[in-house]
Protein backbone atom coordinates (compact mmCIF):
# COMPACT_ATOMS: atom_id res chain seq x y z
CA UNK A 1 0.00 0.00 0.00
CA UNK A 2 1.38 3.33 -0.85
CA UNK A 3 0.50 5.45 1.52
CA UNK A 4 1.99 9.30 0.35
CA UNK A 5 -1.13 10.24 -0.78
CA UNK A 6 -2.87 9.94 2.92
CA UNK A 7 0.43 11.34 3.99
CA UNK A 8 0.33 14.20 1.99
CA UNK A 9 -3.16 15.06 2.41
CA UNK A 10 -2.50 14.98 6.47
CA UNK A 11 -0.09 17.73 6.05
CA UNK A 12 -1.64 20.28 4.37
CA UNK A 13 -5.59 19.30 6.40
CA UNK A 14 -3.80 19.13 9.70
CA UNK A 15 -0.65 20.36 9.93
CA UNK A 16 0.03 23.28 7.07
CA UNK A 17 -4.06 24.61 7.56
CA UNK A 18 -3.85 24.63 11.70
CA UNK A 19 -1.06 27.02 11.07
CA UNK A 20 2.03 24.74 11.49
CA UNK A 21 4.89 26.93 9.33
CA UNK A 22 8.19 25.21 10.00
CA UNK A 23 9.66 24.22 6.58
CA UNK A 24 11.91 21.71 8.00
CA UNK A 25 8.91 20.22 10.30
CA UNK A 26 6.59 20.26 7.23
CA UNK A 27 8.83 17.91 4.85
CA UNK A 28 10.42 15.57 7.65
CA UNK A 29 6.69 14.69 8.62
CA UNK A 30 6.02 14.14 4.77
CA UNK A 31 8.67 11.40 4.67
CA UNK A 32 8.30 9.90 7.59
CA UNK A 33 6.08 6.58 7.36
CA UNK A 34 3.80 6.96 10.33
CA UNK A 35 1.65 3.92 9.30
CA UNK A 36 4.41 1.91 10.52
CA UNK A 37 4.31 3.16 13.79
CA UNK A 38 1.25 2.18 14.61
CA UNK A 39 -0.21 -1.53 14.52
CA UNK A 40 -1.27 -3.29 11.23
CA UNK A 41 -4.89 -3.21 11.86
CA UNK A 42 -4.80 0.68 12.46
CA UNK A 43 -2.69 1.43 9.84
CA UNK A 44 -5.25 2.60 7.34
CA UNK A 45 -6.23 5.24 10.36
CA UNK A 46 -2.55 6.68 10.84
CA UNK A 47 -2.83 9.69 8.37
CA UNK A 48 -5.79 11.06 10.30
CA UNK A 49 -5.60 13.29 13.26
CA UNK A 50 -6.06 11.54 16.03
CA UNK A 51 -4.12 9.68 18.62
CA UNK A 52 -4.16 6.08 18.18
CA UNK A 53 -3.87 3.02 20.47
CA UNK A 54 -0.57 1.80 20.94
CA UNK A 55 -0.84 -1.01 23.14
CA UNK A 56 0.39 -1.33 27.36
CA UNK A 57 -2.78 1.86 27.85
CA UNK A 58 -0.67 4.25 25.29
CA UNK A 59 -1.13 6.23 22.46
CA UNK A 60 0.77 7.95 19.74
CA UNK A 61 0.10 11.39 19.59
CA UNK A 62 -2.04 13.07 16.83
CA UNK A 63 -0.11 14.48 13.75
CA UNK A 64 -0.96 18.06 14.29
CA UNK A 65 0.09 17.71 18.13
CA UNK A 66 3.74 16.33 16.67
CA UNK A 67 3.66 19.19 14.39
CA UNK A 68 3.06 21.69 17.07
CA UNK A 69 6.22 20.63 19.33
CA UNK A 70 8.71 19.85 16.80
CA UNK A 71 7.96 23.25 15.53
CA UNK A 72 8.06 24.42 19.13
CA UNK A 73 11.67 23.41 20.06
CA UNK A 74 12.84 26.00 17.54
CA UNK A 75 15.25 23.83 15.83
CA UNK A 76 18.03 25.02 13.90
CA UNK A 77 19.42 21.27 13.10
CA UNK A 78 22.64 19.82 15.10
CA UNK A 79 20.68 19.71 18.03
CA UNK A 80 20.73 17.25 20.85
CA UNK A 81 17.26 16.66 22.30
CA UNK A 82 15.42 14.42 25.06
CA UNK A 83 12.26 13.12 24.90
CA UNK A 84 10.22 11.78 27.22
CA UNK A 85 8.02 9.32 26.58
CA UNK A 86 8.84 7.40 23.14
CA UNK A 87 5.98 5.30 22.94
CA UNK A 88 5.83 4.61 19.10
CA UNK A 89 8.79 6.16 18.46
CA UNK A 90 6.98 8.39 15.64
CA UNK A 91 7.77 11.65 17.35
CA UNK A 92 11.43 10.72 18.20
CA UNK A 93 11.59 9.73 14.23
CA UNK A 94 10.83 13.36 13.42
CA UNK A 95 13.35 14.34 15.59
CA UNK A 96 15.82 12.28 14.47
CA UNK A 97 15.66 14.19 10.49
CA UNK A 98 15.38 17.48 12.13
CA UNK A 99 18.59 17.34 15.35
CA UNK A 100 21.88 15.51 15.48
CA UNK A 101 20.70 13.01 18.37
CA UNK A 102 17.91 12.13 20.40
CA UNK A 103 17.69 10.75 23.90
CA UNK A 104 14.43 9.06 24.29
CA UNK A 105 13.31 7.67 27.61
CA UNK A 106 10.63 5.20 27.96
CA UNK A 107 9.06 3.65 31.16
CA UNK A 108 7.61 0.52 29.11
CA UNK A 109 10.25 -2.00 28.14
CA UNK A 110 7.71 -3.46 25.48
CA UNK A 111 7.60 0.25 24.04
CA UNK A 112 10.77 0.84 23.79
CA UNK A 113 11.95 -2.48 22.08
CA UNK A 114 8.80 -2.31 19.30
CA UNK A 115 10.04 1.19 18.84
CA UNK A 116 13.70 0.52 18.79
CA UNK A 117 12.81 -2.10 15.73
CA UNK A 118 11.25 0.30 13.22
CA UNK A 119 13.38 3.18 13.94
CA UNK A 120 16.33 0.71 13.10
CA UNK A 121 13.90 -0.38 9.63
CA UNK A 122 13.89 3.06 8.47
CA UNK A 123 17.31 3.89 9.60
CA UNK A 124 16.70 6.57 12.83
CA UNK A 125 20.32 5.47 14.02
CA UNK A 126 20.67 8.97 15.75
CA UNK A 127 17.75 7.89 18.31
CA UNK A 128 19.08 7.04 21.45
CA UNK A 129 16.64 5.12 23.48
CA UNK A 130 16.57 4.13 27.55
CA UNK A 131 14.14 2.31 29.42
CA UNK A 132 14.01 4.34 32.76
CA UNK A 133 11.73 6.63 34.49
CA UNK A 134 11.80 10.08 32.46
CA UNK A 135 10.53 12.17 35.32
CA UNK A 136 14.53 12.49 36.40
CA UNK A 137 15.65 13.47 32.74
CA UNK A 138 19.06 11.48 31.56
CA UNK A 139 21.33 13.56 33.48
CA UNK A 140 24.73 11.55 31.40
CA UNK A 141 23.23 13.32 28.46
CA UNK A 142 22.84 16.65 29.63
CA UNK A 143 22.85 19.59 29.17
CA UNK A 144 20.24 19.10 25.69
CA UNK A 145 19.54 21.85 23.39
CA UNK A 146 15.76 21.01 23.73
CA UNK A 147 13.61 18.53 25.56
CA UNK A 148 10.45 17.31 24.36
CA UNK A 149 7.98 15.62 27.21
CA UNK A 150 5.05 13.87 25.63
CA UNK A 151 3.13 12.90 28.31
CA UNK A 152 0.82 14.96 30.66
CA UNK A 153 3.07 16.39 33.82
CA UNK A 154 1.08 17.65 37.36
CA UNK A 155 4.36 20.38 37.54
CA UNK A 156 7.59 20.51 35.84
CA UNK A 157 10.02 18.32 37.23
CA UNK A 158 13.34 20.69 38.31
CA UNK A 159 15.33 18.46 36.61
CA UNK A 160 14.13 19.55 33.02
CA UNK A 161 15.03 23.02 34.04
CA UNK A 162 18.37 22.25 35.18
CA UNK A 163 19.33 19.79 32.28
CA UNK A 164 18.66 22.65 29.80
CA UNK A 165 21.42 24.33 27.95
CA UNK A 166 21.26 28.14 28.09
CA UNK A 167 18.58 28.98 25.24
CA UNK A 168 17.52 25.78 25.38
CA UNK A 169 13.78 24.77 25.08
CA UNK A 170 11.14 22.86 27.16
CA UNK A 171 8.08 22.25 25.83
CA UNK A 172 5.46 19.75 28.38
CA UNK A 173 2.04 19.37 28.47
CA UNK A 174 1.33 20.33 32.40
CA UNK A 175 -2.32 20.20 33.67
CA UNK A 176 -5.13 17.55 35.60
CA UNK A 177 -5.15 14.60 34.41
CA UNK A 178 -8.25 15.18 32.05
CA UNK A 179 -6.10 18.27 29.85
CA UNK A 180 -3.16 19.85 30.06
CA UNK A 181 -1.27 23.42 28.60
CA UNK A 182 1.45 23.28 26.46
CA UNK A 183 4.28 25.11 27.74
CA UNK A 184 7.55 26.39 26.18
CA UNK A 185 10.65 27.53 29.04
CA UNK A 186 13.31 28.91 27.61
CA UNK A 187 16.54 29.14 29.48
CA UNK A 188 17.19 32.37 28.92
CA UNK A 189 20.14 32.69 31.60
CA UNK A 190 21.55 30.28 34.20
CA UNK A 191 19.28 31.37 36.64
CA UNK A 192 16.64 33.12 33.93
CA UNK A 193 13.64 31.08 32.50
CA UNK A 194 10.97 32.58 29.71
CA UNK A 195 7.32 30.67 29.95
CA UNK A 196 4.81 30.87 27.52
CA UNK A 197 1.47 28.94 27.30
CA UNK A 198 1.19 27.88 23.58
CA UNK A 199 -2.19 25.53 23.46
CA UNK A 200 -4.28 23.62 25.43
CA UNK A 201 -4.07 19.74 24.58
CA UNK A 202 -4.68 15.81 26.14
CA UNK A 203 -2.07 13.67 26.97
CA UNK A 204 -1.92 9.99 28.88
CA UNK A 205 -0.08 11.09 32.26
CA UNK A 206 3.44 11.03 32.66
CA UNK A 207 4.04 8.78 35.95
CA UNK A 208 7.17 8.31 38.08
CA UNK A 209 8.63 9.80 40.82
CA UNK A 210 8.63 13.77 39.70
CA UNK A 211 5.14 13.07 37.85
CA UNK A 212 1.77 11.27 38.26
CA UNK A 213 2.33 8.27 41.12
CA UNK A 214 -0.26 6.05 38.92
N1 LIG B 1 6.08 10.32 21.70
C1 LIG B 1 5.19 9.21 21.63
C2 LIG B 1 3.93 9.45 22.43
C3 LIG B 1 3.73 8.36 23.39
S1 LIG B 1 2.50 8.58 24.63
C4 LIG B 1 4.88 8.82 20.19
O1 LIG B 1 5.30 9.53 19.27
O2 LIG B 1 4.28 7.77 19.97
C5 LIG B 1 3.48 8.92 26.05
C6 LIG B 1 4.49 7.88 26.46
O3 LIG B 1 5.09 8.34 27.66
C7 LIG B 1 3.92 6.50 26.77
O4 LIG B 1 4.56 5.54 25.99
C8 LIG B 1 4.25 6.30 28.26
O5 LIG B 1 4.58 4.98 28.61
C9 LIG B 1 5.45 7.24 28.43
N2 LIG B 1 5.73 7.65 29.80
C10 LIG B 1 4.86 8.02 30.77
N3 LIG B 1 5.54 8.34 31.89
C11 LIG B 1 6.86 8.19 31.62
C12 LIG B 1 8.07 8.36 32.36
N4 LIG B 1 8.06 8.77 33.64
N5 LIG B 1 9.24 8.11 31.76
C13 LIG B 1 9.29 7.69 30.47
N6 LIG B 1 8.20 7.51 29.71
C14 LIG B 1 6.98 7.74 30.28
Sequence with gaps: MDYSIARRRMISQHVVARG??????????EQIPRHLFVEEALQSQAYTDYALPIGDKQT??????VAVMSEALQLKGGERVLEVGTGSGYQAAVL???VAHV?????????????????????????????????SGWSDQAPF????????????????REQLAIGGRLVI???????????RITRIEEDRYDEEDLLECRFVPLIGQHGWSR
Design 60 to 65: ISQPYM
Design 173 to 183: PVGGADYQVLK
Design 103 to 135: YSVERIANLARRARRILDQIGCSNVHIRVSDGT
Design 96 to 98: SKL
Design 145 to 160: DGIIVTAGAPQVPDCY
Design 20 to 29: VQDQNVISVM
